[in-house]
Nanobody, 124 residues
């Protein structure tokens, strides 16, 4: 069993930055592929970024490439999500998720554990 807790969300103006953190407890994070998802009101939860167990490979949805960076520190059992050049359309609840699968998957059902989410609001 893994418990995930996100932090770092908030209100920011367009063009600003936020850094989200996801701390895991219960089991070592290095056993899991990690992903960040987001869900805006009235929309389905969507994959934003993922990172393999070692951190050697990362994947991003097209709309955030070049602006967002996912990273991990397995010694600290923490995954980070640096978000730069934020846009109003990035507004959503952001969730970190852990998957026991080796590859990064973009569908939510491939992930076994989820955090409670953190709200990110970008004003124009």
């Amino acid at each position: 069993q893994v418990q995930l807790v996100e932090s770092g969300g908030g209100l920011v103006q367009a063009g600003g930055s936020l850094r989200l953190s996801c701390v895991a407890s219960g089991r070592t994070l290095s056993s899991y592929t990690m992903g960040w998802f987001r869900q805006a009101p009235g929309k389905e939860r969507e994959f934003v970024a993922g990172i393999t167990r070692s951190g050697g490979s990362t994947y991003y949805t097209d709309s955030v490439k070049g602006r967002f960076t996912i990273s991990r520190d397995n010694a600290k059992n923490t995954v980070y999500f640096q978000m730069n050049s934020l846009k109003p359309e990035d507004t959503a609840v952001y969730y970190c998720a852990a998957s026991s699968r080796v590859a990064v998957h973009t569908t939510p059902y491939q992930y076994n554990y989820w955090g409670q989410g953190t709200q990110v609001t970008v004003s124009s």
